[in-house]
């Protein structure tokens, strides 16, 4: 049902936009002003018999002197429709909406009281019901001049036309189609965004819908709709200020929306100091509201808005990078292109919008307008992009879920896989314990020496193969428990070279201290220490002595601990490769006719990382040498 709504939406949207085009194309009234001039008056106090001696500026279609709070006093040459008569009038209709004061000084008008529309004013007390000002003014018989005295809080971008009756009407009809199908698109693009918060629930959808609500308000406001609806239960007093905090809202709100969307990227903290900058920025505008200052707060609030998306599109093309790893967190996000394309088209929007708001280059009816569009372009883009990003998770989605059951299967024939070798594992230990138990009770007793050293070698060979077998599937399976005690390392070392002692090699110990103690796992060093000294006795020159050297030493971080190295002249085995000695299985090309597991350095290293310490090859000349580190 929700994927048949969408489809719906989709549909209307276009129908909206290609309905909303057929309007905008309607043909203009025609406009009986041919001169428009102003006059800024910085004191506000000048009288209209003051402000006639002053020279007036000429000027084109709308004006624009930015946020001031001059008076700007406008001059308008009135020429009647052809074959006028005495009783004719005209509309003269002023937008925007957010205009605060607009007097009206007209030779025709000889009632002597002040006539005066704005949105200080209440909708019910204007002359002419329409969403704009309005004055009704006579046609007259002959050209004329009138003037007009703008006092506004907000920006005094005004555009005056005077109009017969009949054209009036017919361009409120227009005007009253574009307004419909514009609060249709932004309408739409809620729907959308609805449907995608109630399919995903995503915090970022939840905010895309505030956002397109806001939108919706603020258009609907702009069009003047609220003084028509909130007439009769607020004071226009009250419905100027409800509209200022919109205006401050608005911006605060989409930039938060903008801010978060993009943050999406994961910016570095320069870019979010920058942020957090433009939020701040939006908190003072609106502490300035609070405290009464309308009039900075709604320039600043304009600055902002223009400011804000040129950041965003700059900083957009410098930090959003398309060469990144598709994770589930990253997988809802869109190319650079797509974002860069999205800001350059809003900022190109804003700036030929926000300049004539500010007062920087001449004011025309579309930059009047202007934030409508952009609202409008910026919800038509933003949806796209959010139906984009929705399509390209799902995809993404899709193929993480194929790649994770694949991924799920070849955990579980890994884990039977091992599950059969810890099995067969198992059983050779249990099988061969008691043929074992039987040849070493048998080298005991054997009266032949050459036979029973023969025997008694082999069984070690055998138990040493069982044994690192049996150590590499519990540090494979993570069954290794590490159980801390004094352990004093000389009296292991010398137990275990005792064992190995024989006439074929010869140990040098050299001890820098004696006793030496640590508080690590006893098994666990047995483990290293006795495969380091097997692996010099297996690999190593048997005419040579090992070499066993014990010291206290501090690591390359200062922290106390016990090193200990044993070293042996390279036997048939030659030189071991450095970059693979340590790799489980690895056995150099000389050691191939000497039995052994490739297991035993593997589980040195592995072993001294699980005791947080650490394992080097470090060979000079004459010696391989293989050193170890513990923590005391």
């Known amino acids: 049902m929700l994927v048949l709504i ?31 001039a102003y006059w800024e008056d910085a004191s506000g106090q000048a009288t209209f018999e003051q402000a006639q001696q002053q020279t007036f500026t000429p000027y084109e279609g709308v004006l624009g002197r930015g ?29 925007p909406i957010y205009l605060d004061q607009i007097r009206l000084y007209d030779p025709l008008d000889l009632s002597g009281q002040p006539r005066i529309v704005g949105d200080q004013t209440s909708y019910k007390d204007e002359e002419y019901k329409s969403l704009a000002h309005a004055f009704v003014i006579p046609a007259g018989q002959a050209p004329r001049f009138i003037w007009l005295r703008l006092q506004a809080t907000s920006t005094t971008l005004m555009h005056v036309e005077a109009l017969a009756f009949d054209d009036m009407q017919r361009d409120e009809h227009r005007l009253m189609l574009n307004n419909f199908f514009t609060l249709s698109l932004i309408t739409v693009c809620l729907l959308i965004a609805i449907i995608n918060w109630f399919n995903y629930k995503e915090f970022l959808y939840a905010a895309f819908v505030i956002r397109n609500f806001i939108y919706l308000i603020y258009t609907a406001a702009f069009f003047g709709l609220h003084r028509y609806l909130l007439d009769d239960s607020v004071s226009a007093h009250h419905i100027d200020l409800a509209y200022n905090w919109l205006i401050v809202g608005t911006t605060a709100f989409s930039f938060w929306f903008e801010i978060h969307f993009i943050s999406e990227y994961e910016p570095p903290p320069w870019v979010q100091y920058i942020f957090r900058g433009m939020l701040l920025w939006s908190a003072v505008n609106i502490t300035l509201l609070c405290l009464g200052y309308t009039h900075l707060s709604l320039k600043l609030n304009m600055t902002l808005t223009g400011t804000g998306v040129v950041l965003m599109l700059v900083l957009s093309a410098i930090f959003i990078d398309d060469n990144r790893t598709i994770t589930p967190k990253t997988a809802s996000l869109l190319k650079k292109k797509f974002m860069v394309g999205y800001y350059a088209i809003i900022a190109a929007l804003l700036m030929v919008t926000v300049l004539p708001y500010l007062g920087a280059i001449a004011g025309s009816e579309f930059s009047a307008n202007g934030l409508v569009y952009y609202s409008i372009v910026s919800g038509i883009e933003m949806t796209i992009l959010m139906e984009l990003r929705t399509r390209q998770m799902r995809k993404v989605n899709i ?97 275990i070279t005792d064992e190995k002692q024989s006439d074929d090699n010869t140990f040098q110990l050299h001890y820098a201290v004696s006793p030496i103690t640590l508080r690590t796992d006893y098994q666990c060093l047995r483990i290293v220490l006795s495969n380091l000294i097997d692996n010099a006795l297996r690999y190593g020159d048997t005419s040579q002595a090992i070499g066993i050297d014990v010291r206290a030493q501090n690591n390359a971080q ?33 050691a191939k006719t000497i039995s052994g597991t490739g297991l035993g350095l593997f589980l040195v290293r592995s072993i001294c990382t699980l005791l947080d310490g650490t394992c080097t090859y470090e060979p000079d000349d004459t010696h391989v040498r293989f050193s170890i580190w513990l923590p005391n």
């Open 67 to 95: 946020y001031t709070q001059s008076a700007i006093w406008t001059k308008f040459e009135i020429v009647p429709p052809t074959n006028a008569k005495p009783d004719d009038q005209l509309i003269l209709r002023i937008r």
């Open 558 to 590: 200062g922290q106390p601990g016990i090193a200990i190295c044993v070293a042996n002249k390279p036997g048939m085995a030659s030189w071991p490769e450095a970059d693979k000695v340590f790799h489980k299985y690895y056995r150099s090309t000389g």
């Open 6 to 36: 969408r489809h719906f939406s989709r549909f209307l949207l276009i129908v909206c936009v290609l309905l909303g085009t057929s309007a905008s194309a309607l043909a203009a009234a025609h406009d009986h002003i041919t001169q428009r």
């Open 399 to 495: 193929q993480m879920s194929q790649d994770l059951n694949q991924t799920a299967q070849q955990v579980l024939i890994e884990k039977n896989r091992r599950e059969e070798s810890t099995q067969l594992l198992t059983m050779l230990m249990h099988e061969l314990k008691n043929p074992l138990a039987v040849i070493d009770l048998a080298q005991q007793t054997s009266e032949g020496s050459d036979a029973k050293d023969y025997v008694s070698r082999n069984v070690s060979i055998i138990r040493n193969v069982l044994d690192q077998c049996l150590s590499a599937d519990r540090l494979s399976d993570g069954k290794i428990n590490i159980e801390k005690q004094n352990v004093d390392v000389i009296e292991i070392i010398d137990d």
